[in-house]
Nanobody, 117 residues
């Protein structure tokens, strides 16, 4: 069992930056692929970025490519999402997720990110 706790959300002005962090419990968390997803009001949850267990394989959606960077520290069991050049379309609840296999089976409770224009 893995528990995920996100932090770092908040209110930021357009063009600003924010860093989200996800703390994972459980010794096996470092072996899992990790990801960030987001859900804006009235919209479905969407993929933002993912990173392989070793940190080499990184993927991000076209909407955040070049602006958001995912990273992980397996020694601390944490995953971060560095967000820059934020705009109003980035306003959403951001979720951290862990994939022991093909699917993301474990989810955090989410952290709100609000970008003001």
């Amino acid at each position: 069992q893995v528990q995920l706790v996100e932090s770092g959300g908040g209110l930021v002005q357009a063009g600003g930056s924010l860093r989200l962090s996800c703390a994972a419990s459980g010794r096996t968390a470092s072996y899992y692929r990790m990801g960030w997803f987001r859900q804006a009001p009235g919209k479905e949850r969407e993929f933002v970025a993912s990173i392989s267990s070793g940190g080499v394989g990184r993927y991000s959606s076209d909407s955040v490519k070049g602006r958001f960077t995912i990273s992980r520290d397996n020694a601390r069991n944490t995953v971060a999402l560095q967000m820059t050049s934020l705009n109003s379309e980035d306003t959403a609840v951001y979720y951290c997720a862990a994939a022991p296999g093909r699917s993301f089976d474990y989810w955090g409770q989410g952290t709100q990110v609000t970008v003001s224009s």
